[in-house]
């Protein structure tokens, strides 16, 4: 395969938002992202991208009009709290990064939680967070790994 532009990772993906620039800080604030991008036309969003360690999301206002054509794009709050999509981070401290989104105002779906399939298999801690417009998040901490095949019977 043929290296990704620099900066950024083979997939990302984009969320949107009715007030992005709103959305852009608070997620900063709350998720620990840092704005990689952040472009304004016209006092608008035109385009962002915000990074997460190796990981890239950008947000987009759901109601920008693009090359003429009405946009298709929803926040989760404008379609009555329908998500399509979750996103998952795996982050360094599942409990000081729970502390800090609850802090910057996150509504807490789940409280953190461990998920522990055997010693076979790997084990997670987590807690799922719904951000200021609807989107739902996973942050997660692996606390084991599974073990490598060649130790496996």
Same mark, same amino acid.
């Given at each position: ?6 900066? *950024? ?8 938002y009715d007030d992005p620039l709103a959305a ?21 969003? $035109? ?16 109601? %920008? ?11 989760? %709050? ?16 599942v409990e000081a990064h729970y502390q800090q989104?609850?802090? $910057? ?7 953190? $939680? ?6 076979? &298999? *790997? @084990?997670?801690?987590? &807690?799922? $967070? ?13 606390? %084991?790994?599974?073990? @490598?095949?060649? @130790?496996?019977?």
């Open positions: 395969m043929k290296p990704t532009p620099p900066g *950024w990772p083979r997939i990302s993906s984009a969320v949107y852009v800080d608070w997620l900063c604030k709350a998720f620990g992202f840092v704005i990689q991008q952040k472009i304004i036309e016209g006092g608008k969003l $035109a385009h962002s991208e915000l990074k997460y360690a190796e990981g890239l999301i950008m947000v987009s206002d759901a109601k %920008r009009v693009s090359r003429g054509e009405p946009s298709y794009r929803s926040s989760p %709050r404008s379609v009555g709290g329908a998500n399509t999509q979750n996103m998952m981070l795996y982050v360094d401290d989104a609850r802090a $910057a105002g996150a509504t807490m779906i789940t409280e953190p $939680a461990t998920t522990d399939y055997g010693p076979d &298999y *790997w @084990s997670d801690r987590g &807690y799922e $967070a719904e951000d200021l417009e609807g989107h739902h998040w996973w942050f997660i901490q692996r606390m %084991r790994n599974p073990p @490598s095949k060649s @130790s496996a019977h």
